[in-house]
T-cell receptor
Framework: GENVEQHPSTLSVQEGDSAVIKCTYSDSASNYFPWYKQELGKRPQLIIDIRSNVGEKKDQRIAVTLNKTAKHFSLHITETQPEDSAVYFCAALRIQGAQKLVFGQGTRLTINP | DSGVTQTPKHLITATGQRVTLRCSPRSGDLSVYWYQQSLDQGLQFLIQYYNGEERAKGNILERFSAQQFPDLHSELNLSSLELGDSALYFC???????????FGPGTRLTVT
């Protein structure tokens, strides 16, 4: 079955700097890759997603890149702000077949003022 | 607010007991998913329903069961509860199985 590895597990950056979180997946048939942000005690919130027919997607300060050949995708946050502090989860899903959304282990991002 | 509702918000019960968690999807969403999140752990997929039918199963224990009703709300039943079942249980919904999933606020289950 699908396995998603996420790195790093913790990340601390200075306010205003960029943060990058990377994920690799094992199932080459996976074709949908969402990213979720979870603040302490709250629900995961979808912040951006990408499908396998595109290599990059951007939404204001957030961007996601996908390399299908290498089976990895990354989340880029630019001009980080204190409110970006949270746990971020990547996930992968194969649209055909079982359609199970498999999550990475999460990255705890801390933005230092 | 995602539009997905879950009740109750908190649940405290004893080992060996049985509980039912309830989820109402966003208006128009046909798919419902259940996830378990233990302390400092990631999100583990349990089960998925689409328009009343079971669509996919994950790491769901035999002591757990779920169903989706004709009005599309879903219930997750947890029985013979153990201490290790203490976790946050999230429900998510989407229009179709491979579309964006939106999460509810979760039910925090504490087994004592």
């Amino acid at each position: 079955g699908e396995n998603v590895e996420q790195h790093p597990s913790t990340l601390s950056v200075q306010e205003g700097d960029s943060a990058v979180i990377k994920c690799t997946y094992s199932d080459s048939a996976s074709n949908y890759f969402p990213w979720y942000k979870q603040e302490l005690g709250k629900r995961p919130q979808l912040i951006i997603d990408i499908r396998s027919n595109v290599g990059e997607k951007k939404d204001q300060r957030i961007a996601v890149t996908l390399n299908k050949t290498a089976k990895h995708f990354s989340l880029h946050i630019t001009e980080t702000q204190p409110e970006d502090s949270a746990v971020y989860f990547c996930a992968a899903l194969r649209i055909q077949g079982a359609q199970k959304l498999v999550f990475g282990q999460g990255t705890r991002l801390t933005i230092n003022p | 607010d995602s539009g997905v509702t879950q009740t109750p918000k908190h649940l405290i019960t004893a080992t060996g007991q049985r509980v039912t968690l309830r989820c109402s999807p966003r208006s128009g969403d046909l798919s419902v998913y259940w996830y378990q999140q233990s302390l400092d752990q990631g999100l583990q997929f349990l089960i998925q329903y689409y328009n009343g039918e079971e669509r996919a199963k994950g790491n769901i224990l035999e002591r757990f069961s779920a169903q989706q009703f004709p009005d599309l709300h879903s219930e997750l039943n947890l029985s013979s509860l153990e201490l290790g079942d203490s976790a946050l249980y999230f429900c998510a919904s989407s229009v179709m199985p491979h579309y964006e999933q939106y999460f509810g606020p979760g039910t925090r289950l504490t087994v004592t």
